[in-house]
């Protein structure tokens, strides 16, 4: 079984930055066979990719919102990724989930090719 676990989300204010995490854990999780992902979901909108990583060479695809402001990164020791978010806005107030994939060629921003999911951290931003 392969568990997917964010951490770090919280109420800040426009401007401010914050990391959210995610590890990965379980027997049968094979971290270096897995691109990462990030989407988030905002009440009565449906859910948008933020930021992918690749298991191969690490190359990173960012959602057009966000582009500039968030970075996304793994820790292969520690099967970790995380989401750096610089000069945060109102607009990126969501539940932001992680997930895993098998690794592949085709874009990170395709959400219905990820295996797992996290159950998400809430992320809040006032102006």
């Known amino acids: 079984q392969v568990s997917l676990v964010e951490s770090g989300g919280g109420l800040v204010q426009a401007g401010d930055s914050l990391r959210v995490s995610c590890e990965a854990t379980?027997?049968?999780?094979?971290?270096?066979?897995?691109?990462m992902g990030w989407f988030r979901q905002a009440p009565g909108k449906e859910r948008e990719f933020v930021a992918g990583?690749?298991?191969?060479?690490?190359?990173?695809d960012y959602g057009d919102s966000v582009k500039g402001r968030f970075t996304i990164s793994r820790d292969n020791a520690a099967n970790t990724v995380y989401l750096q978010m610089n000069r945060l806005k109102p607009e990126d107030t969501a539940v932001y989930h992680c997930?895993?994939?098998?690794?592949?060629?085709?874009?990170?921003?395709?959400?219905?090719?990820?295996?797992?999911w996290g159950q998400g951290t809430q992320v809040t931003v006032s102006s």
């Open positions: 990583i690749r298991a191969s060479d690490g190359n990173t």
């Open positions: 379980g027997r049968t999780f094979s971290w270096s066979r897995y691109d």
């Open positions: 997930a895993a994939r098998l690794k592949g060629l085709r874009g990170l921003n395709i959400g219905r090719l990820y295996n797992y």
